[in-house]
């Protein structure tokens, strides 16, 4: 069972191993590491050049409901509590978030946690990121959400080379809490503080020649050292094109590897977490809401799909393929997408479709927003739609990584950012309807002169408030939009990543067309159809239920071979 991949270990196999991942995302090592204590052999398998897939990319953060390391920091939570947020804010949209997975999801979360935290990973709670819903039953405004110390990268050794990590951001130390103050600084003593704590980071780092990373690169590479410690075999520059299928069974795969097609054995199964089809146009075509386009995507560049439409060759049946982790994002003027968060929590500010009218909570969560994109689209014009600020926004705020006060003049001459002193010039040059724009701004400021947001109820939830400013008062994500000159970006639908894909059970085994589990074959990750379906409830949801569903298959898999081993 056990033992080293090996060439030509088996007749007809180029190699040989236990468990085969595909994918190196958070999902893909935390069961190769649970693997790997169970006594079988794992290898994974990743497409790039780099280890850690899109969970590398993003925030690094994992939605645990009821986790200890979050009781531990005071959060007040039960099992009773997060399986009613789950059905509050997630609810049963179909076989994804069947009680049976949602069960699984939330009874392994307390173990899962203990096993990585033995493994070496340093969680700890990402206070005050609020549940998204925090107003619904079982919602914690103090939130749920873990994250990892900041990692030294210089520690992954010669595999800092093939450890990916963001090249569009700054390589900042950063935790979740620091996030938020910064995107004020220097509004208040608190980001005025955060400032000068990163920065006494970043100078220790430079004097001691340490690369200190924090979010994904954090998570991900605590994951990497712990699979290296673990002596997890891992090759990069492995493009699987199809699975080994033998009586119904996957007993393999195939993939490309240094210009040649190989055969790899997998005992005990198969996982696949190679991501969804963010940047697979033809199959955003096929399967998603319209426009869509992977220029607005800010999915790892791997994220191509072709392992889910193997997967489906072979008879895998699939869900919610419509659904992505949608984030409202602008294009810059070198095309490379930017996704807005902080942002639209900011005061002095509204989103507008073309005829100039609000129509969701700016401040929502980033799905919840994306999703409302589309759904106005199919009655008026919505993507683009457009996020229109004032003089106030603009010279307090973050927007991206662009501090307020300074707008890079390649923003005004391309067009990316529109610029008037009117309000109904800014609408000309956006194509919105003059006379709706004005009526828009108009109505919104006769309420937010009081902080309020009748309409949407904008600044009521925890959530919307946590990236809001404090020192607008009463409300901190309501304020008029009355000073010029006024701005205005053009906002897509981006994405972090589709969320449709490969239904799998409670153990993480891909569901057949049939309806019965397929032999050999499990998956996690963007390549699933969501235990979450068609809701984000929390920061770091899909990264948690990568985790968890990689961590129930491998145990699942361990289990199996233990019962083969007893009957022969």
């Known amino acids: 069972m056990t033992g080293q991949p090996t060439e030509k270990a088996e007749a007809g196999w180029d190699s040989v191993a236990d468990l085969v991942v595909v994918g190196s995302g958070g999902g893909s090592l935390a069961a190769a590491l649970v693997a790997r204590q169970g006594g079988l052999e794992p290898l994974v398998l990743e497409k790039t050049e780099v280890v850690g897939g899109s969970t590398a990319m993003s925030g690094g953060v994992l939605w645990l409901p009821n986790n200890q390391v979050s009781r531990a920091a005071g959060v007040e ?318 010279r307090r705020y973050l927007w991206g990584t662009v501090p307020g006060g300074f707008t890079p003049r390649e923003w005004l001459t391309s067009g990316y950012m529109k610029k008037s002193d009117t309000v109904e010039g800014l609408a000309e040059q956006c194509g919105i309807d003059p006379a709706g724009l004005r009526d828009t701004v108009d109505r919104y400021n006769a309420s937010a002169e009081q902080g309020k947001d009748p309409e949407f109820h904008k600044g009521e939830r925890a959530y919307d408030r946590y990236y809001g400013d404090p020192t607008v008062r009463p409300n901190p994500c309501v304020a008029p939009v009355s000073k010029a000159p006024f701005y205005a970006v053009a906002m897509y639908p981006g994405d972090v990543g589709t969320s449709g894909g490969l239904l799998t059970d409670e153990h993480g085994r891909v569901i057949g067309e049939n309806g019965e589990a397929m032999p050999g074959l499990y998956a996690t990750g963007n390549c699933t159809a969501s235990v979450m379906g068609r809701t984000y409830p929390a920061a770091g949801a899909s990264i948690a239920a990568s985790f968890v569903f990689g961590w129930l298959a491998a145990h699942h898999m361990i289990d199996n071979s233990r019962r083969s081993d007893s009957v022969a």
């Open 77 to 394: 939570d039960s099992p009773e509590e997060a399986r009613q947020y789950f059905a509050a804010s997630v609810g049963d949209v179909g076989p994804s978030t069947s009680p049976e997975r949602v069960e699984a999801f939330l009874n392994a979360v307390e173990p899962m946690t203990d096993f990585l935290m033995e493994q070496g990973v340093p969680f700890r709670h990402c206070e005050g990121y609020s549940d998204y819903y925090d107003e619904l039953p079982g919602g914690k405004a103090r939130g749920r959400s873990l994250e990892t110390e900041i990692l030294d990268l210089r520690r992954l050794g010669p595999w800092r080379q093939k450890f990916r990590a963001r090249a569009d951001l700054p390589p900042l130390p950063l935790t979740t809490s620091d996030v938020s103050p910064l995107s004020l600084a220097p509004r208040t003593a608190h980001s005025v503080a955060t400032v000068a704590k990163v920065a006494a980071r970043m100078t220790k780092a430079k004097l001691t020649r340490r690369e200190m990373r924090g979010t994904g690169s954090a998570l991900q590479g605590w994951m990497l050292l712990a699979a290296l410690r673990a002596e997890v075999p891992i090759w990069t520059g492995t493009r699987v094109v199809d699975l080994v299928v033998e009586d119904g069974r996957v007993l393999g795969v195939v993939a490309e590897r240094d210009g040649r097609t190989v055969r790899v054995r997998a005992r005990a199964g198969v996982l696949l977490n190679s991501g969804g089809f963010a940047h697979n146009q033809a199959m955003r075509d096929k399967y998603g809401p319209a426009p869509a386009s992977t220029a607005w995507t800010s999915a790892n560049e791997g994220d191509t799909g072709e392992v889910i439409e193997a997967a489906m060759r072979h008879g895998a049946a699939v869900d919610l393929m419509e659904e992505a982790w949608w984030i409202p994002s602008s294009v810059l003027p070198d095309g490379t997408p930017q996704f807005a968060v902080y942002e639209r929590s900011k005061p002095h500010s509204i989103l507008v479709d073309s005829n100039g009218a609000r129509y969701v909570n700016e401040a929502a969560s980033y799905m919840e927003v994306g999703q409302a994109m589309y759904a106005r689209h199919r009655e008026t014009t919505a993507v683009p739609s457009w996020f229109v600020m004032d003089a106030r926004f603009r």
